[in-house]
Nanobody
Framework: QVQLVESGGGLVQPGGSLRLSCAAS????????MAWYRQAPGKQRELIAS???????NYVDAVKGRFTISRDNAKNAVYLQMNSLKPEDTAVYLC???????????WGQGTQVTVSS
């Protein structure tokens, strides 16, 4: 059974840090590109960071220099280190797996991140 389980969200003050994790199971992790999306209330889901199956990374401008995506293929996990958090980073954060050679994809359920004083 395929699962993507996010963890690490919570309440943090502006300027603080959080590290999100996404644990994958039920599929061959190292042939999937991985990505983090976020969805704030009343807004569309947006892609914020991605890492290819070969480890190449990309970021949306809003998080560039503050967030770092990484993956550990031995642990079937992807991470998002978030530093210098801002109130506008408040959202549900979801991870997504995209097969590198087909249209197959999976979503996690998400973890809430709230940045507030």
């Amino acid at each position: 059974q395929v699962q993507l389980v996010e963890s690490g969200g919570g309440l943090v003050q502006p300027g603080g840090s959080l590290r999100l994790s996404c644990a994958a199971s039920g599929f061959i992790f190292n042939i999937y590109h991985m990505a983090w999306y976020r969805q704030a209330p009343g807004k569309q889901r947006e892609l914020i960071a991605s890492i290819s199956n070969l480890g190449n990374t990309n970021y949306v401008d809003a998080v560039k220099g503050r967030f770092t995506i990484s993956r550990d293929n031995a642990k079937n996990a992807v991470y998002l280190q978030m530093n210098s958090l801002k109130p506008e980073d408040t959202a549900v954060y979801l991870c997504k797996a995209d097969h590198a050679y087909s249209a197959n994809s999976y979503w996690g359920q998400g973890t809430q991140v709230t940045v507030s004083s």
